[in-house]
Each structure stands twice: as C-alpha cells, then as structure tokens.
C-alpha cells in the first residue's frame, strides 16, 4: 500500500529521594511518591506546563500507575496489540531490534523473549525506564537494554537495526515527521519498522460505543485511579492524531513503504506495518 506542573524545584526532588532511600524505600514506592506531588500539584497553567504534557516529564509522574492504567483503561487488549506488532516485524534470526519510547518495555521485553534477538529500548523518562529495567532483571532477561533518548534524535549510527518499532510513543512525538524519519535512518534498508498507535474510531456498528469508551471512559477512570490529570491528555492527543490514510502517507513521506494498515479492536488502535525503502 503507498499509500505538568512540577513546582518543586530538582534539588528539591533530590533531597526528596534521598531521604525515601535512606528510609529503605523500593524504587516504585518512590516513584509512586512522586507521581502523587506532580499529581496533587493542579491543572497545568502555563506555556512550560503545557509542553510537558506527553514528554517524558509527564510520563516520570504517572509512570507507577502505567502499567496498571493501561491493562483497565483497554479492558486487557494492550498485551494483544503489542503481540501483533512483535509478529509484524516478522524478525530475522539474531536481529537487533529498537523499541523507541519504550516507556516501561512490555513490547521491548515481548520481542526479547524471542531467543537470538538483542533489543534496545530508548525514551526520555527516567522513571519509566527505572521500571522497565525493573521488568526485566525480574524477567531474567539479558538480551534487552533500556537507554535515555529523543525519538526525534535517535543516539544510535545509520543502519544499526534490523527493525524498530513504538508503541502508544508516536503521538507523543512533538515532531512526528522527525521521529520518522530517525526511525527509516537507524533500520537497515528492507528492514520493517512497526508503529502501533491509538486512534479514534470512526465508523463501524460499534465506532460509537469505542469512541465514547476513549472520549469519557478513559479520561474520568485515568483520573480517579491515577489522581492526575494526564489521562484528558491522553484523549485529547488521540482525538488530533491523524486519521489513518493521512498518518499512512506520512509514513510514505517520510522513507518508509507502508505495507498494511491493520486495523485492530473495532479500530481504537492501528498497526502500520513498514519497511524501509530501498535507496
Ligand atoms: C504511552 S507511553 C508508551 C510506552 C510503551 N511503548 C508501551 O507500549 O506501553 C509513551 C511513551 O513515550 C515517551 N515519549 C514522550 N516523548 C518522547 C519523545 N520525544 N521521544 C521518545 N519517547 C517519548 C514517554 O516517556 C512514554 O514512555
């Protein structure tokens, strides 16, 4: 087919931390404590504030609750999409693979299950990654590492991967054409970058209940049981992503061949299959 608002200053929140440390606390009891002060701090009022909203700033405060959030908030369809995505990539034996904003790794350590394979996963929250680690000592496995990085600048040479992927990252991208664009450079030529993004459902007998599902289930839930007011956030962002035949011709735009748009769950979420054009 061709188709926030962190008042507190970081000395402030380093003391913090040190002194949960030296009170023995876990990293998660941490983090979750430092979800709770962003959280408890009200609706962002200015221009930083609202830049941050989808940065990795926003994600180091709701990071304790992600993985939580997102098992209730797509009623336990999540695991699913990220199972097509790994099959998509349709991987090489002892390919390397990039997982860009991988946020706490559940598709990072999904493709690292696959024997052979090594995987990076890169994203800009610090909280996010810490957990994501976390998963993986517990998982035992060794074959995966987790990184600090921009999707826009991507610190790794041209032609590093065998494939890459992002899952739920792509929308958070404030230049998406550049994220893109890093994506094509770092895979090898032939090789398949997956993108897995939510999107709003506009047709179909059940478009209306989906939409109502992302519009006002997923907004007041993420609040009540995150006590932050990021999950509007997360509406609002997949309410202004583009429809699927306009982000395809993006993809298109911008190195990738689109192979398929699977459309998955009565279209609440897309997977963009692609592989990077030959030069
Ligand atoms: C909704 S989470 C998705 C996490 C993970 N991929 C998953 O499947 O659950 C979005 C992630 O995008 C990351 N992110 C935000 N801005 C980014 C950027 N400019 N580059 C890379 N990742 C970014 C956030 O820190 C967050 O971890």
Same mark, same amino acid.
Request: hydrophobic share 40%; proline share 5%.
């Given at each position: 087919?061709?188709?926030?608002?962190?008042?507190?200053?970081?000395?402030?929140?380093?003391?913090?931390?040190?002194?949960?440390?030296?009170?023995?606390?876990?990293?998660?009891?941490?983090?979750?404590?430092?979800?709770?002060?962003?959280?408890?701090?009200?609706?962002?009022?200015?221009?930083?504030?609202?830049?941050?909203?989808?940065?990795?700033?926003?994600?180091?405060?709701?990071?304790?609750?992600?993985?939580?959030?997102?098992?209730?908030?797509?009623?336990?369809?999540?695991?699913?999409?990220?199972?097509?995505?790994?099959?998509?990539?349709?991987?090489?034996? !002892?390919?390397? /693979?990039?997982? @860009?904003?991988?946020? $706490?790794?559940? =598709? &990072? #350590?999904?493709?690292?299950?696959?024997? !052979?394979?090594? /995987?990076?996963? @890169?994203?800009?929250? $610090?909280?996010? =990654? &810490? #957990?994501?680690?976390?998963?993986?000592?517990?998982?035992?496995?060794?074959? @995966?590492?987790?990184?600090?990085?921009?999707?826009?600048?991507?610190?790794?040479?041209?032609?590093?991967?065998?494939?890459?992927?992002?899952?739920?990252?792509?929308?958070?991208?404030?230049?998406?054409?550049?994220?893109?664009?890093?994506?094509?450079?770092?895979?090898?030529?032939?090789?398949?970058?997956?993108?897995?993004?939510?999107?709003?459902?506009?047709?179909?007998?059940?478009?209306?209940?989906?939409?109502?599902?992302?519009?006002?289930?997923?907004?007041?839930?993420?609040?009540?049981?995150?006590?932050?007011?990021?999950?509007?956030?997360?509406?609002?962002?997949?309410?202004?992503?583009?429809?699927?035949?306009?982000?395809?011709?993006?993809?298109?735009?911008?190195?990738?061949?689109?192979?398929?748009?699977?459309?998955?769950?009565?279209?609440?979420?897309?997977?963009?299959?692609?592989?990077?054009?030959?030069?």
């Amino acid at each position: 087919m061709q188709s926030d608002n962190v008042q507190q200053t970081d000395v402030q929140s380093d003391n913090m931390q040190q002194n949960d440390a030296q009170q023995g606390k876990t990293q998660s009891e941490i983090l979750q404590q430092d979800g709770e002060r962003v959280a408890r701090s009200g609706p962002p009022s200015t221009a930083t504030d609202l830049e941050k909203m989808g940065s990795g700033a926003m994600f180091d405060a709701i990071a304790h609750r992600y993985d939580m959030l997102n098992r209730v908030l797509s009623l336990g369809v999540d695991q699913g999409w990220r199972r097509r995505t790994v099959e998509a990539l349709d991987l090489p034996s !002892g390919a390397r /693979v990039l997982d @860009v904003a991988t946020g $706490t790794g559940d =598709l &990072a #350590l999904r493709i690292a299950r696959i024997g !052979g394979v090594q /995987v990076d996963g @890169v994203d800009p929250s $610090t909280n996010m =990654l &810490a #957990l994501a680690q976390e998963k993986a000592v517990r998982a035992e496995t060794p074959n @995966v590492s987790f990184h600090e990085g921009d999707a826009q600048a991507l610190p790794y040479a041209n032609d590093t991967f065998d494939a890459c992927c992002i899952a739920f990252g792509i929308r958070n991208v404030p230049d998406r054409r550049a994220g893109v664009r890093e994506m094509a450079r770092v895979t090898k030529a032939g090789g398949r970058v997956a993108i897995l993004e939510l999107s709003e459902p506009r047709s179909g007998i059940l478009g209306p209940l989906a939409r109502f599902h992302i519009r006002q289930v997923v907004p007041w839930v993420g609040g009540v049981l995150s006590g932050a007011r990021e999950y509007r956030y997360l509406q609002q962002s997949v309410a202004a992503f583009p429809p699927p035949e306009e982000f395809a011709a993006l993809l298109e735009d911008c190195g990738l061949n689109v192979l398929r748009v699977e459309s998955l769950t009565f279209g609440v979420c897309c997977l963009y299959v692609c592989a990077v054009s030959q030069q």
